[in-house]
């Protein structure tokens, strides 16, 4: 997997490069800020991006403003946003048009190694990884509204949150410590209840709701 970096800590974009590298993606490109992020994007033509969202020069939403010009150059272009801080309205933009092989990540999470590679790897080929800080402020606040989650069982409420981690069933399993056969009839009433077809659109329409309420 092709991967390029836009960060303008020098240490975080190395330690992240080499990071990568011992976990066999192949890194051909760092950069500093949003125009480099535009111009290594159009010269190597990365399977994924991994893009700070506060670049100089302003250091506010550059980098978001770069991932989503670069997204729009190359529709097959995945990206994974790393924020200091939660930003719920950067999310709901990024993930806006519902297209998947998008990601949004805390910093502190490159710590949790085993964690961070995976959500790598699922966003390069396509798929969803979402914070868990990011599922929290988009599920929490919704329970107790007339909206669609309403309609979802506490347990429901959090099979949601893990499948827009892009936990698949057994993991799911796993964390909340149930068998994968009752795991995969709560996904079913999740998407029954939510009117859609699929995980990926549950996780986006998840984010969609509850990060974007009206």
Known sequence: MRVVIAEDLVLLRDGLARLLRDHEFDVVAQVED??????????HKPDLAIVDVRLPPGFQDEGLRASLEARRRDPELNVLVLSQYVEPVYAAELLADGRGGVGYLLKERVSEVRTFVEAV??????????????????VNPRRGGDGPLAELTPRELEVLGLIARGYANKRIALELGVAEKTVKTHVGHVLAKLGLSDRTQAALYAVREGLAPG
């Open 121 to 138: 790897r699922r966003v390069g080929v396509g798929g969803t990884a979402l914070d868990p800080e990011v599922v929290a402020s988009l």
């Open 34 to 43: 949003g125009e480099g992020l535009l111009r290594v994007a159009n010269a």
